[in-house]
């Protein structure tokens, strides 16, 4: 089991032989989900315990732990999918998860069609696609403006588990708007052109 535990697909968790590229999916799935929400899919304080995290707990739903954010609630299948647990049943390719989420946010195509277009009007395309299916798109919402990142610093007073990530404060997510989802995508689509070459 090597890499950031945060990342690592059930099967990696495990050290079992039966890794492949379906490893990665979780992984780009898993970074997708805290792009999204600002928090990570499964967490802990220590490696262990994030670890179990994975193999023994099921993510919320995104546009659950997002909604201040305007995630909306047609990306949670493909997060699902993207998460599963068990791999043969696990979204098979990168290209599949990008074009799902590509999907979820109203664009039109494939992966490979949305490398040309640039990211703003990528961004306007998700607005018109999000409108479309009757989602709430990030623009609309009224989100607080973005804050200069604070220097970390442990509280004083008592603090909630949750507030920590392996000792790291989490302050609460910035900003989200539908650029990121564009950008999320576009990340996708070009892991997922360069794998296939």
Not at 11 to 31: K, T
Not at 104 to 121: D, M, N
Not at 177 to 194: C, D, E, F, Q
């Amino acid at each position: 089991t090597i890499g950031s535990p945060f990342y690592m697909s059930p099967e990696q968790a495990q050290g079992l032989r039966e890794l492949d590229h379906r490893a990665d999916v979780w992984s780009v799935a898993a970074i997708a989900y805290e792009c999204l929400t600002g928090t990570l899919p499964f967490r802990g304080r220590t490696g262990p315990q994030i670890l179990l995290a994975i193999l023994g707990h099921e993510p919320e739903p995104p546009s659950i732990v997002g909604a201040q954010l305007g995630v909306p609630s047609t990306v949670d299948d493909v997060m699902a999918d993207g998460l599963a647990k068990d791999q043969n049943t696990r979204i098979g390719t990168l290209g599949e998860l990008a074009d799902r989420f590509g999907a979820a946010y109203g664009l039109v195509g494939g992966h490979g069609s949305w490398l040309s277009i640039p990211e703003s009007e990528l961004a306007a395309q998700v607005e018109q696609g999000l409108r479309s299916m009757g989602e709430p798109s990030p623009a609309a919402m009224s989100l607080p403006p973005p804050r200069a990142p604070a220097e970390p610093s442990l509280p004083s007073a008592p603090f909630d588990e949750d507030d920590f990530v392996m000792g790291v404060p989490q302050g609460p997510p910035l900003g989200l708007l539908a650029g990121i989802a564009a950008a999320v995508v576009l990340v996708l689509a070009v892991a997922a052109y360069l794998l296939l070459w």
